[in-house]
């Protein structure tokens, strides 16, 4: 069983769209995370949930928008896509303070 | 302001060889130390995590040596195998908080 999914895992889409990418964790976790690596392969954290609640949330544009109907998911939705926004998005989820596990990542690629 | 400072970038290292990622970081808050593995087209996956009451952590060939003085840790890998071929990513996070990762290291094990 996957612990982290992630869906989709490949996004190809145009300049000015908006989209959503959904992560799924079975792991009972308390915790979620949304990361971005770019293409250096930099990690850096997006936004964190801590039981469908908003506790971290970094300077990311607003047009990013994470979305928690539930412990088990969290997603993201992204509006009026931009070029610098093409990078991997990667879920995790972990107990609080301990191991993250992340999902396999969505590649969106902005044209 | 970078929190975690990793290098180097990227190692080359002969089949059986030993493998040395360092870091140095800044906030004397942080309280957890990971280090996750990274193959292409996957997640990061942890590998082997420190916490500051102890100076050194092994795990099969994998060995965390951490200096709290020194503000400074490292990742040694033995007897490296071309299987150890990915990018490491030290890390740390202070309670609950995200991590921040460090730049990522490329290593390539050559045989």
């Known amino acids: 069983d996957t612990a982290v999914s992630q869906t989709p895992k490949y996004l190809v889409t145009q300049m000015g769209n908006d989209k959503s990418i959904k992560c799924e964790q079975n792991?009972?976790?308390?915790?979620m995370y949304w990361y971005k690596q770019d293409s250096k392969k930099f990690l850096k954290i997006m936004f964190s949930y801590n039981n469908k609640e908003l506790i971290i949330n970094e300077t990311v544009p607003n047009r990013f928008s994470p979305k928690s109907p539930d412990k088990a998911h969290l997603n993201l939705h992204i509006n009026s896509l931009e070029l610098g926004d093409s990078a991997v998005y990667f879920c995790?989820?972990?107990?609080?303070?301990?191991?993250?596990?992340f999902g396999p990542g969505t590649r969106l690629t902005v044209l | 302001q970078q929190q975690v400072k990793q290098s180097p970038q990227s190692l080359i290292v002969q089949k059986g060889g030993i493998s040395i990622i360092n870091c140095a970081y800044e906030?004397?808050?942080?309280?957890?130390f990971p280090w996750y593995q990274q193959f292409p087209g996957k997640g990061p996956a942890l590998l082997i995590a420190i916490r500051p009451d102890v100076s050194e952590k092994k795990e099969g060939r994998f060995t965390i040596s951490f200096n709290k003085s020194a503000k400074q840790f490292s990742l040694h890998i033995m007897d490296s195998q071309p299987g150890d071929s990915a990018t490491y990513f030290c890390?740390?996070?202070?309670?609950?908080?995200?991590?921040?990762f460090g730049k990522g290291t490329r290593l390539s094990v050559i045989a």
């Open positions: 995790a989820s972990s107990p609080l303070g301990l191991e993250q596990f």
């Open positions: 906030n004397t808050a942080f309280d957890y």
């Open positions: 890390a740390a996070s202070k309670g609950n908080t995200p991590l921040v």
């Open positions: 792991l009972g976790h308390d915790t």
